[in-house]
């Protein structure tokens, strides 16, 4: 079944056929759609809908359905996302799989309703308090807006651990075809860890105190040991890195207007190339190793450098030149902009090379 | 010494580290005697494996050392949010909030109201010590007025601290409970009474019948600087005052258990699994086209641009729509981006449109001079435009509205630019891709097809005698 929808209508087909039992959410714009979706599609096949009070007590909710086993979501845009790190927090800590999906605009603050990527710390970084990772999905167009959703909930169960889908208000308000799922994957069983009311669950406990110290440093060694292990999950698109002179680095909404920048490089006899993450938790770092390989690369993003400064860590000491190409506050750079940029950055090293 | 053993708590606290049957409350506190009457009532009640207890922020975060039961431990203030999602995952589950004053009164205030304004399946025993307890005995939302705590070291005052919350008399202001009542916890009868109020709410919810709030004022000696016989004597005689005991509501002979759900269809009945235009055999080599479509709001401006963006589908190729969104909306002008193309599709936002289509000449005067040289701008001659096209770019100018105006549906001037899109065969499209397209866009009000395909007609005929016959190429 095809359909021609928008990424934020997309998201929520992805829930659902990814199993998603409950839908907790309050309204944003950009990411309103989701809500609308959602209200309307989770009652129809006999899921649950419910408009929380706040962000707050959405991703709490999201929190409760996770304690019980079930596949819960929420969806919001930047500043509803950082009313929820706590919760988020929370669920690393008692190890509860669950979704939240971020349709950044541009901050800081009530900033506006425009696309941005400046999220890009708080998602992969953590966000709240402790030491914790949630996974981190950017898909780039409307067909991963639900394909990603449902892995989003696929690794979260595997791992019992909070996946964040990291978008932006062009991806969720934008429409384009998508190949609807044609089956749903068989529940996982969670009987051993989720509290559902049932004699076999009784003596699960849901919790992250952890008074003892000991104890809980062992915790967070268990922690940073499954975040190691996720490593295996990460992945990777690239697009003509192979014979290229100059690498375009880019996620979400910034990956298309590269990819498109890549095209008209290769018209005008630049051999650029495109690397984009498709989870930026955990890291692609062998991809970007491969695909740069020493060779000119250009950051390509909304926000003041936290992809880039990331990218850097990624590749170590041996990076080739790097350099940051941005646009912030709901500004996007056209392709022509980015070609530009692209092009004098490469003269201005074949300047400083000579 | 010989120690009762309590029903319904584990036979040892193991969960505490040390295997101890102490409980790690402090001599008198009132937590150790509710915990006491609840478990006993769950046993009674033979709902042990069926009930799930959340656990609190405060001292009672450690409840679940002590009840056997299952239990999920809340973030601060959040347990009425968590238990709404457990009682509506989970009908056949008894669901119960265990909350002191800071966690469900202050912090957790909003989520206590709504959740009672929902009327959500769950029973709340609420504990009003009348400070926060673990913390180190700060002031509560519930402190009384002149109360010495640890941050009101010179007493509540009203003018810098505000009044207590009274807030069984807050929630009884709501339509949705089914039972509120308040006890207290500072002799034998009364903890009588107060166990009547744990069975009713429990028992309300075996038979599912709503949101039941069962307050208890409860003794914290640590915080009230006093022994067990002196705090007792303090909720006697002072908290009692300030909150009144008895049952504010109890509605449980009109109250319902949820109706059965109805059964619903499966995913692939809901959405269909195929249709005919699914498998449309893709045009790699059609070159890319991009347009942009603008307007005022009500024009049919997002329709437009969604019609000629599946008009491309249809024809194989990919094709992308992304609206201007926004406070703009609300101001009145409407647009939207599409692109129609072989290829994959970079950015959906289009900067220089190849085609230009305006409704209005204040998109005209906004967006003309953005079109790409050798681009085509589409009018509608409702508003005159006496000036000449930028630079190598051609205008064709439609009477849209007035012929839409005439086949008696002013809103279809959509239509009449639609069928100028088929009539110029923009992008290589054929008005019988257009056609469809249109048609199919009105798939939820059938009834408004014959009207839109006639006027979509007109218009192409129109077009036949005033406009020069499109060019070849694809823009
Ligand atoms: S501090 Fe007060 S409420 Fe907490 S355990 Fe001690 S007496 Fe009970």
């Not at chain 1, 990460?234 to 909404?253: H, K, N, P, S």
């Not at chain 2, 109706?259 to 235009?277: D, I, M, Q, V, W």
């Amino acid at each position: 079944m095809i359909r021609f929808v928008k990424g934020n209508e997309a998201v929520v087909i992805g829930a659902l056929y990814a199993g998603c039992d409950a839908f907790f959410g309050y309204p944003i714009t950009p990411a309103s759609e989701i809500s609308h979706a959602a209200s309307e599609w989770f009652p129809a096949v006999g899921r649950v809908f419910l408009q929380a009070e706040s962000e707050t007590a959405a991703i709490n909710m999201v929190y409760g359905a996770a304690a019980a086993g079930k596949k819960a979501m929420t969806a919001s845009s930047s500043p509803g996302v950082s009313l929820m790190q706590e919760a988020l927090s929370y669920m690393a800590g008692a190890e509860l799989p669950g979704v939240v999906v971020n349709i950044q605009r541009a901050g800081p603050g009530l900033g506006n309703i425009f696309p941005e990527q400046a999220d890009y710390n708080q998602s992969v970084k953590g966000g709240g308090h402790g030491n914790y990772h949630c996974f981190v999905l950017a898909p780039g167009n409307v067909q991963e807006m639900c394909d990603l959703t449902a892995l989003a909930f696929e690794l979260a169960f595997q791992y019992r651990n909070p996946a964040i889908l990291l978008s932006d208000a062009v991806l969720g308000q934008m429409m384009e075809t998508l190949h609807l799922p044609t089956s749903s994957p068989t529940p996982p069983d969670v009987r051993s860890w989720a509290v559902q009311g049932t004699p076999g669950t009784r003596s699960n406990l849901i919790t992250s105190i952890y008074l003892n110290a000991p104890t809980l440093e062992e915790r967070n060694r268990t922690l940073q040991k499954k975040y190691a292990e996720a490593q295996k999950e990460a992945r990777a698109e690239t697009d003509r890195t192979d014979d290229a002179e100059v690498i375009l680095a880019a996620y979400g909404i910034s990956s298309r207007i590269a990819r498109s920048a890549v095209d008209r490089l290769r018209q005008h006899g630049v051999r650029a190339g495109l690397f984009r993450p498709l989870t930026l938790f955990p890291f692609p770092q062998k991809a970007l190793l491969h695909a740069t390989s020493q060779r000119p690369l250009a950051v390509i993003e909304l926000s003041n450098g936290q992809f880039y400064e990331d990218l850097r860590l990624q590749i170590g000491p041996n990076a080739g030149p790097v350099t940051l190409i941005n646009r912030m506050g709901g500004m996007l750079f056209s392709v022509e902009e980015v070609v530009e940029r692209v092009l004098s950055f490469l003269k201005k090293r074949a300047g400083n090379a000579k | 010494m010989k120690r009762l053993k309590t029903v319904g708590f584990y036979p040892s606290f193991d969960r505490s580290g040390e295997p101890t049957l102490d409980t790690h409350y402090c001599p008198g506190c009132g937590h150790g005697i509710l915990h006491k009457l609840i478990t006993e009532a769950l046993v009674e009640r033979g709902i042990q494996d069926r009930t799930i207890i959340v656990n609190p922020i405060g001292c009672a975060v450690f409840g679940y050392y002590y009840w056997d039961a299952g239990n999920i431990g809340a973030a601060h203030g959040r347990a009425q949010a968590v238990a709404t999602a457990l009682t509506r995952l989970l009908p056949h589950a008894i669901v119960l909030c265990y909350q002191g004053d800071g966690d469900l009164g202050a912090i957790g205030f909003n989520c206590t109201l709504q959740a009672a304004a929902r009327g959500e399946r769950f029973a709340t025993f609420f504990v009003n010590n009348a400070s926060y307890g673990m913390t180190g005995g700060q002031m509560a939302p519930t402190t009384l007025l002149g109360q010495v705590t640890s941050t009101t070291p010179h007493g509540r005052s009203a003018e810098n601290d505000g009044y207590p919350l009274h807030i069984c008399e807050i929630l009884n202001q709501l339509q949705a409970p089914v039972y509120i009542e308040r006890c207290s916890l500072a002799d034998t009868p009364r903890i009588m009474k107060a166990r009547r109020a744990i069975h009713k709410a429990l028992d309300l919810q075996i038979e599912d019948k709503g949101y039941a709030f069962v307050e208890f004022l409860s003794p914290c000696p640590t915080n009230w600087a006093t022994d067990a016989v002196g705090a007792n004597q303090f909720i006697l005689e002072t908290l009692e005052k300030e909150f009144p005991l008895g049952c504010l509501r109890d509605r449980s002979s009109d109250a319902h258990p949820r109706p059965l759900p109805p059964s619903r269809p499966s995913l692939n009945e809901y959405f269909g699994t195929s249709e005919a235009s699914d498998n449309i055999l893709s045009d790699p080599n059609a070159p890319e086209v991009r347009f942009k479509f603008a307007g005022f709001g009500g024009q049919g401006i997002l329709s437009l641009g969604m019609v000629a963006a599946e008009a491309g589908r249809l024809a194989g190729r990919n094709t992308t729509w992304f609206p201007f969104y926004g406070p703009e909306q609300r101001g009145g002008a409407a647009a939207c981006s599409v692109v129609i193309s072989g290829r994959p599709i970079g950015s959906p936002v289009v900067d220089h449109p190849d085609i230009l289509v305006c409704m209005n000449r204040y998109s005209y005067d906004r967006f003309a001079d953005s079109v790409a040289p050798g681009g085509l701008i589409l009018c509608d001659t409702l508003e005159t435009i006496n000036v000449p096209p930028p630079h190598q770019v051609r205008r064709v100018d439609v009477p849209a509205t007035e012929l839409a105006g005439q086949s008696g549906a002013v809103k279809a001037a959509n239509t009449v630019m639609l069928a100028a899109l088929a009539w110029l065969r923009v992008a290589g499209l054929s008005s019988a891709g257009f056609l469809t397209a249109l048609e199919s866009s009105f798939k939820r009000k059938p009834a408004l097809i014959p009207l839109n395909r006639r006027i979509f007609e007109t218009a192409l005929e129109w077009c036949k005698t005033h406009l020069a016959p499109p060019i070849s190429s694809p823009a």
